[in-house]
């Protein structure tokens, strides 16, 4: 069997992992570097990706691109005043996928993607001397719909079958072990190159449940290194007498310089930034530790609002984290560190390389995937309740929302009138009470059931999802054995908003659908224990006395003047009502053949 691989797909690095025994490794290239730079150039006719492309960045400014990552399953408009941040030509290739001008090449940011995924494919082929076509590929967890979808794409254009698109948060989660607390709240705290990205996960019992997420889109080393940069050419301009800030080559030049001092003052107090400049003069500063950290304290901080926001959104005050786990390459700066120890009162893990972290975990996540690690719960939950119609338009639900993939659901069910010869089973999935409010997701009929009178054909629904998000559908005739089942896509189309805004409206929506689906259940209750009621009545009139009988006509028309209105209640009261004033003659019918199950009220009716 060939490795599923865990695969980072990063703004500003990718890399590979996978499980070696049962431990996830991250897989280097011959050099041992392990990160590839999310860089794409293109020469006349050939790509280029990772280190090779950064270093084009300046020199062909026109036919390379970066942080691709932020055009992902994005139109134009979505992207707006981010535009400007990128050097290359953005254009429309249909409404809703943006389109990227490279020299002759116009390419979509999957396309893109794709080039850096197979990039690392070829690294983990090479690396594990076989062929890999699986792999599991993380994305922040505020991606929508539509950006993971365009993941996925990226997949499947570099060959790549992705069985899974895990958060990152969870990943990095995932590689501390974390899914083995029973329980617990966990803050993801992620500084990369270009965003930073706060998480609150809960875990409990193997899943993790993201309870809040928050950040800033354009936070990280890049920042960093534009300050330290900035610094350097005033220092330049004072001392040489030149101005660099046209100059692109030296820019980029002073940038790299900049950013490997940065990096090495992660572990050194000390260290010394070297630059030739082009008049054969040197520039030669030494730096240390504290004047780095007095020169971006500010952007560090930036990074407290958002963590404060997202402990709000999820009504959690910093004493109620359990763990907070240290994610992105900026975090190995001790500044970063004592100011995450601030926020959270406690101190991070850091223990894994926090730019290895999140590949090391999609790897574990392969490997549950795979089998290798077992009895462990899978990780995914359904994002929405799934049910089907039952009679007046009420939602059934038989997987509810957040249950834990893989899973499975059976409910009986019967029919509306007698002699049905076909269900209606139409799949739905939301959290509100009536069909006509959530989304219609298949239906089918279920036909050749026996001719019997209503609520007699006892039909079990059952629903099963596979830990890839697939749900079979099927029915089956207890009776008679008879099945059918479709396979139904849950969530293909369903952005996250659509999500959100769903399970928002459940909310604000509950009451009146409450209200809505007792008085439809009310009613389809009376009209089958109406019907129910006069047909026992028929057959078993020799066997009561003619004051019983009046008693339960008299029951009956009141019944059915309260189903006129529309107060459940009040027709609730009067089914029981009815039902008291049955219970003899249902007893005298007990033993012949007519007993139809009066007081069978448990069985929801089909269409
Ligand atoms: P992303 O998730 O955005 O792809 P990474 O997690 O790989 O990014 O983080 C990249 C950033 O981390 C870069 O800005 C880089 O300069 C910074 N970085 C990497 N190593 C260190 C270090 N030792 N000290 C400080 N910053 C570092
Ligand atoms: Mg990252």
Redo the contacts with the bound molecule.
Sequence with gaps: MSTIVGI?L?????LVAYMDGKEPKVIADREGRT?VP?VISVDDQSWIVGEQARQRLITHPKTTVYSV?RLMGKGLADVGEECKYFPVFLSEKQPGVIQVEMGKYRLTPPELSALILKEVKQRAEEFLGSAVTQAVVTVPAYFNDSQRQATKDAGRIAGLDVLRIVNEPTAACLAYGLQKKKQGVIAVY??????FDISILKVKEGIFEVLSTNGNTHL???D??QRLMEWVLREIEQEFGLDLQKNAESIQQIRLEV?KA??????EDLTEIVIPIKTGAVYRRPLKRVELESLVNDLIDLTIGPCRQALGDAHLSPQDIDEVVL????T??PLVRRTVQEIFHQEPHCEIN??EV?ALGAAVQADILAGGIQNMLLLDVTPLSLGIETMGGGMSVLIPRNSTLPTNAKELFTTFADGQRSVDIHVYQGERELVKDNRSLSKFQFRDLDPLPAGMPRIEVNFTIDANGILQVGAKDLRSGKEQSVEVKPSYGLSDEDVTRMIEESFTFAKSDMDARSLIEARNEAATILRHTERALKQGEPLIEPEERNRIQEQITALKKAMEGDNHRLIREWIDQLDKATIHLAERLMDSTLQIGLKDKKLSELP
């Design positions: 980072d990063g703004t500003t690095n990718s990160l999310s990552k992620d500084l990369g190159g270009g965003t990280g080393g890049d960093l290194d950013e940065k990096r090495r003052l992660s572990g994610v992105g390459g900026s190995r700066m926090p730019d999140v």
